[in-house]
């Protein structure tokens, strides 16, 4: 099954920052859909926790020199 995740993402100053992010999860196994919002700083993430779960996601975000930290 796909779950949708909710997180705050801080350290993105501008659009290019958004399409990195996007880039980044989009690239991750069993992640289906990306979108991230950079007025609002926050991002949501289709995914199968069978093959990535939200620690991976934020330490991916975190690897790349954002902040990541899931809502729910
Ligand atoms: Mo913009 Mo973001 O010049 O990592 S791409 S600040």
């Known amino acids: 099954g ?3 995740g909710h997180f705050t993402i801080g350290g993105m100053t501008c659009a290019a920052c958004v399409n990195s992010v996007e ?5 991750l196994p069993g992640v289906k859909k990306a979108v ?3 007025a ?3 991002g949501e ?3 199968d926790p069978t093959d990535i779960s939200k620690e991976d996601i934020v330490n991916a975000i975190e690897d790349a020199g954002f902040e990541a930290s899931f809502i729910q």
């Not at 880039?23 to 690239?27: C, S």
């Open 2 to 4: 796909t779950l949708v």
């Open 23 to 27: 880039g980044i999860l989009r690239a």
């Open 36 to 38: 991230v919002a950079l």
């Open 40 to 42: 609002t700083s926050l």
């Open 45 to 47: 993430v289709e995914y």
